[in-house]
């Protein structure tokens, strides 16, 4: 066990070895010294991380190791591109992002201290609907939501400054999602007629999709937001998937936003103009357009071409020059300075971090955490594709961030979170069996057997007496 604990702890500690060496190797290129600030910033990361790991041997001691160290190498990768940005544009969001990756390590040191049973959150199902749908329209309150590039998706807190709420509300509908179909997943798995060989699910049964269909489509007219409400009605669809086992769900659910995406590209410009950049990013029109143009998809196409297999080296290059560099365009900036391969590696973090949060769904033998599980890295899942497919012009930019490289206080506190829970869930998946058949419980087991039939022996013997002692009697 010991010679275990130690491994994991070296994955932890050379995920820090890591990000420090990045650290230092910036500066060295840049300023030409490591700034006071950023190593004090950095040295509480690495000791925050130390409880955290701390605290999970001690509360979950079967939970996932793989997790941490990836979500760690993750945030150390981007945050030290925002400060090779902010080297370039003279500001400092990396040191904010810092602060915000120390409250969220807080956070959730918290949480795995408060909760260590996820199934608890079953009993808030309906509060966690009621917060997550108050959490997702919070923009809309006029006086408090901000209308930025076209969407309107932020609130504005007077003295914390701008907070994305959709960040958390899918954390809160995840909770639902996920108790609200362990608890109907009968009724929904009964299938319908047979069309073109899809077995279709009853019309009684489509009300659930068709309302969350309605809401995420209210978000994208309301808000102009083509990525949370593309997120938010993946989420659903394939956490009803997972409780049916019924590919129809699948297929009427993408016709389902398809068409209402299509509409919406013809009825707000905002969207249309996101489609028609995907569609010919190199037109002159397009490209030199002030609003809704083309000029930051082909940016970032170049930065991506001039890093090549291994990169323009780290400040060696310009990914500066792509609008939204540090936050939309983090993938395309890592990708310049670190070619090819470093965008690999990026991906195959985040391919770590799925397939354990999926082994951990299949390992899990209750019906609640299988579904909040799946759902949960689903959509971390879905938004790691959609922000590479937007920047690769595989589909259209959706407006989305990386998650846990992007920065964004928002995106880093609640992706910490979700990352949390997984560990959670993986404690309750991995933890092994009660030993019913150990040699104890055999012995305990005999002896009551041993017992049950001297009783039923002495039961008997006291029945033969009597009945001769009754037969004497008549005699």
């Excluded at 809401?215 to 997120?231: E, F, I, Y």
């Excluded at 010919?280 to 001039?306: C, E, K, M, W």
């Excluded at 992706?415 to 019913?436: G, H, M």
Aim: aromatic share 10%.
């Amino acid at each position: 066990m010991i010679k275990l604990r130690l491994r994991q702890l070296s994955l932890l500690l050379f995920s820090l070895l890591i990000c420090s060496m990045a650290f230092f190797q910036l500066f060295a290129r840049t300023t030409g010294t490591m700034p006071k600030s950023f190593a004090i910033m950095l040295g509480l990361v690495a000791v925050l991380s130390l409880v955290f790991w701390g605290l999970v041997m001690h509360f979950l001691p079967y939970a996932s190791q793989v997790v941490q160290p990836c979500v760690l190498l993750l945030t150390g990768m981007g945050t030290v591109m925002i400060a090779r940005i902010d080297y370039a544009h003279k500001t400092e969001v990396a040191i904010r992002q810092l602060m915000f990756v120390c409250l969220a390590i807080v956070l959730c040191s918290i949480l795995i201290v408060a909760m260590r049973d996820y199934r608890i959150l079953r009993r808030f199902s309906y509060v966690s609907m009621v917060v997550g749908l108050v959490l997702l329209l919070s923009p809309m309150v006029p006086g408090i939501g901000q209308n930025i590039n076209g969407a309107r998706i932020w609130i504005r807190i007077p003295g914390l400054g701008s907070l994305q709420p959709g960040e958390f509300a899918k954390l809160f509908l995840a909770f639902f999602f996920a108790a609200y179909l362990f608890d109907h997943r009968d009724q929904l798995a009964v299938g319908g007629r047979k069309v073109l060989g899809l077995q279709l699910p009853r019309i009684r049964d489509l009300g659930p999709i068709i309302i969350v269909w309605v809401a995420s489509m209210g978000v994208l007219v309301l808000q102009h937001d083509l990525g949370t409400s593309l997120m938010f009605f993946a989420m659903f669809v394939s956490m009803l998937y997972v409780a049916t086992g019924r590919a129809s769900w699948i297929v009427i659910g993408g016709v389902a936003f398809a068409a209402g995406a299509v509409a919406a590209s013809s009825l707000f410009s905002h969207v249309g103009a996101r489609v028609e950049a995907w569609l010919h990013p190199f037109d002159d029109t397009l490209y030199n357009r002030a609003v809704g143009g083309s000029y930051q998809i082909v940016t970032g196409l170049f930065g991506l071409a001039s890093g090549g297999l291994f990169g323009t080296g780290l400040g060696q290059g310009h990914p500066y020059l792509t609008p939204f560099a540090n936050s939309d365009y983090i993938y395309a900036s890592l990708g310049e300075e670190f070619g090819l391969v470093g965008c690999f590696g990026v991906l195959l973090l985040y391919i770590i971090i799925i397939a354990s949060g999926f082994i951990t769904a299949m390992k899990v033998k209750d019906g609640f955490g299988k579904l909040l599980a799946s759902g949960l890295v689903f959509t971390m899942a879905f938004q790691v594709f959609t922000v590479v497919g937007g920047i690769t012009l595989v589909i259209p930019l959706t407006g989305l961030t990386l998650p846990y490289m992007a920065a964004g206080g928002s995106s880093m506190v609640a992706n910490y979170l979700l990352a949390t829970l997984l560990i959670i869930i993986s404690n309750a998946a991995n933890k092994p069996a009660p030993e019913t058949l150990s040699e104890t419980f055999q012995h305990e087991a005999l002896a009551a057997l041993r017992d049950r039939e001297l009783k039923e022996r002495e039961a008997e013997r006291a029945s033969k007496t009597a009945r001769r002692a009754r037969g004497g009697a008549q005699s």
